[in-house]
C-alpha cells in the first residue's frame, strides 16, 4: 500500500512539474502572436482617430513661395516632433516630387511650418498648420499645381490648385 502511495506522489509531481514547464515554454509565444495585432490595432486606431483639410493654397507676392494652410479636423493631437516626419509633395500637375523639411525654411526645394493658434508647440484639434514651401523654381501663373499633405501615420489630404 504505502509502494502504491509513493509511486502515485511521484507520478503526481512528475505530472505537475511537466504541466508547469509546457505552460512556460508556450505561454510566451500566444503572448507574442498577440502582440502584432495589438500593435496594428493601434497603428490603425491612430489613423482613425488623424485627419486634416487643405483650406487655402497662396504664392507669396514675387511667386518664390507658397503657403499652404492645413486644418488639423481629426481627433488624434499630433505631437511637435511628428509633424517634420510627415512627407509632402509638390508641383506642377505632372512632375511633382518629394519635397524634404527644411526647419530653417532656407532650403529650395523645402519645406517648414508654423501652427497658428497653438499654445503648446502641437497641432491640436481644430488648430491649422501654415507650411512654407520653397520650390526650385518660381511659380508660374496659371500653371496647375499639385500639393500633397502624407502625415506622419500615413493619413493623406491632397489638392490641384492653380497660381493667379
Known sequence: MSG???SAAILT????I???????????S?????????????VMGDQILTDTKILHEAA?????ELYVWVKNVGCNRISSGLIPESDLFFGTSDNFEWIPY?????????WSYSIEQSEDGD???GETLRIKIKPVEALVSREKYF????AYNGVSEEAYFTVS
Not at 503572448?31 to 493601434?42: K, L, W
Not at 507669396?60 to 518664390?64: G, I, L, P, Q, Y
Not at 527644411?102 to 523645402?110: H, V
Not at 500639393?147 to 502624407?150: A, E, G, L, S, T
Open 4 to 6: 502504491d502511495s509513493i
Open 13 to 16: 509531481t512528475a505530472s505537475v
Open 18 to 28: 511537466c504541466a508547469c514547464a509546457f505552460i512556460s515554454a508556450v505561454y510566451p
Open 30 to 42: 500566444v503572448i507574442a502572436a498577440g502582440d502584432p495585432i495589438m500593435s496594428r490595432t493601434d
Open 60 to 64: 507669396s507676392a514675387n511667386d518664390t
Open 102 to 110: 527644411d526647419e530653417s525654411g532656407s532650403l529650395s526645394p523645402g
Open 123 to 125: 497641432w491640436d484639434k
Open 147 to 150: 500639393f500633397k499633405f502624407n
